[in-house]
């Protein structure tokens, strides 16, 4: 059994800044790629940010420069700070990991369960 768990959302006002955790567990033998996806109401799910083991973060280009993605590995953790945000950052933001379990030949994708984030005055 693999879980991802997210924490750190919240409402803001413009500008502001929250940042987002998200901790795998379970029986992982290896996790490839973590990254962060947001869905926003009638809109499609889109990446946001993600990076892979010891490698540097890909952004979507509405977030670059103000996103900074993180991993440690140690922790099977994946973080997302996000500054300067705006209304259009409204969303559900999911972690994402491409997780190989122990016993297992391939990774897989595995979600967590999603955390609001609402950017609002």
């Known amino acids: 059994q693999v879980q991802l768990v997210e924490s750190g959302g919240g409402s803001v006002q413009p500008g502001g800044s929250l940042r987002l955790s998200c901790v795998a567990s379970?029986?992982?033998?290896?996790?490839?790629?973590m990254g962060w996806y947001r869905q926003a109401p009638g809109k499609q799910r889109e990446l946001v940010s993600d990076?892979?083991?010891?490698?540097?973060?890909n952004y979507a280009d509405s977030v670059k420069g103000r996103f900074t993605i993180s991993r440690d590995n140690a922790k099977n953790t994946v973080y997302l700070q996000m500054s300067s945000l705006r209304p259009e950052d409204t969303a559900v933001y999911y972690c994402?990991?491409?997780?190989?379990?122990?016993?297992?030949?391939?990774?897989?994708?595995?979600w967590g369960q999603g955390t609001q984030v609402t950017v609002s005055s």
């Open positions: 994402n990991a491409q997780i190989i379990r122990m016993f297992a030949w391939a990774a897989r994708d595995y």
């Open positions: 379970g029986s992982i033998a290896r996790i490839n790629v």
């Open positions: 990076i892979a083991s010891g490698g540097d973060g």
